[in-house]
Antibody, heavy 127, light 107 residues
Framework: EVQLVESGGGLVQPGGSLRLSCAAS????????MSWVRQAPGKGLEWVSA????????YYADSVKGRFTISRDNSKNTLYLQMNSLRAEDTAVYYC????????????????????WGKGTTVTVSS | DIQMTQSPSSLSASVGDRVTITCRAS??????LAWYQQKPGKVPKLLIY???TLQSGVPSRFSGSGSGTDFTLTISSLQPEDVATYYC?????????FGPGTKVDIK
C-alpha cells in the first residue's frame, strides 16, 4: 500500500524555523516527483514546492521562495521541507503528496499532479 | 504566472442533478489539468488528471473535459457523498497552481 506520513509540525515563533519530513512507502520513491501543499485554516489548497525524482529540479511558490527549501533522501525514502523565516501567514496544514512519472525510451518525465496524499502535519506560527 | 479561476464558487443542487464546475486558465495549458475532491475534514483526493482521465477507483459519474484554457468537471448524478469542495490544478509547468475551489452541497 502506498503511504505518506508527515511529521515535524508544531508551534513556532515568527522568524523561526521548522523542518518537515515525509516518510514514503509502498512505491519506488526515487522514480516519482513529490510536492508539498498547504491549507490555511478555512482556506483552499496552496501548492508550496515540488521536486523531481532525482532531486535535480526543484520548484517553489513565490510566497515561499527564498525561505523554504525542498529536498529528498532517496536512500531513506523521505521528503523534507526546511522552512525558515516563518510568518503568521505560513500557518497551515502541510501535506506531502506523490506525483507521477512516465518513461518514454530513455527519458523519464515527471508529472506534478498529486495521486497520493499524506494526512498532513500542522504548522502554527505565533508568538 | 498563469492564474486559475473556478466558477461557481459554490453551488447547491438536488440529489440526482447534473452538476458542472468550470475551471479556466489565464493562458493555455494543453490538457495538464487535474481535479481533486476534498470532503469536510478530509485529505484531498485525486479525481481526474490529463483533463479527462478518471483516476482508478473514482465513480464513473465524475467526468472531465476541456483543453487549452477552459475545462469542466461534471457529476452526472449528484449523490449525498459528493458534498465536498472541488479544486482544479494546472501542472504543465511551475508554479503548479490550484484554483480557488468550488463548494458543492445538497439542496
Amino acid at each position: 500500500e502506498v503511504q505518506l506520513v508527515e511529521s515535524g509540525g508544531g508551534l513556532v515563533q515568527p522568524g523561526g524555523s521548522l523542518r518537515l519530513s515525509c516518510a514514503a512507502s509502498g512505491f519506488t520513491f526515487s522514480s516519482y516527483a513529490m510536492s508539498w501543499v498547504r491549507q490555511a485554516p478555512g482556506k483552499g489548497l496552496e501548492w508550496v514546492s515540488a521536486i523531481s525524482g532525482s532531486g535535480g529540479s526543484t520548484y517553489y511558490a513565490d510566497s515561499v521562495k527564498g525561505r523554504f527549501t525542498i529536498s529528498r533522501d532517496n536512500s531513506k525514502n523521505t521528503l523534507y521541507l526546511q522552512m525558515n523565516s516563518l510568518r503568521a501567514e505560513d500557518t497551515a496544514v502541510y501535506y506531502c503528496a506523490k506525483g507521477n512519472t512516465m518513461v518514454r525510451g530513455v527519458t523519464r518525465y515527471y508529472y506534478y499532479y498529486m495521486d497520493v496524499w499524506g494526512k498532513g502535519t500542522t504548522v502554527t506560527v505565533s508568538s | 504566472d498563469i492564474q486559475m479561476t473556478q466558477s461557481p464558487s459554490s453551488l447547491s443542487a438536488s440529489v440526482g442533478d447534473r452538476v458542472t464546475i468550470t475551471c479556466r486558465a489565464s493562458q493555455g495549458i494543453s490538457n495538464y489539468l487535474a481535479w481533486y475532491q476534498q470532503k469536510p475534514g478530509k485529505v484531498p483526493k485525486l479525481l481526474i488528471y490529463a483533463a479527462s482521465t478518471l483516476q482508478s477507483g473514482v465513480p464513473s459519474r465524475f467526468s472531465g473535459s476541456g483543453s487549452g484554457t477552459d475545462f469542466t468537471l461534471t457529476i452526472s448524478s449528484l449523490q449525498p457523498e459528493d458534498v465536498a469542495t472541488y479544486y482544479c490544478q494546472k501542472y504543465n509547468s511551475a508554479p503548479f497552481t490550484f484554483g480557488p475551489g468550488t463548494k458543492v452541497d445538497i439542496k
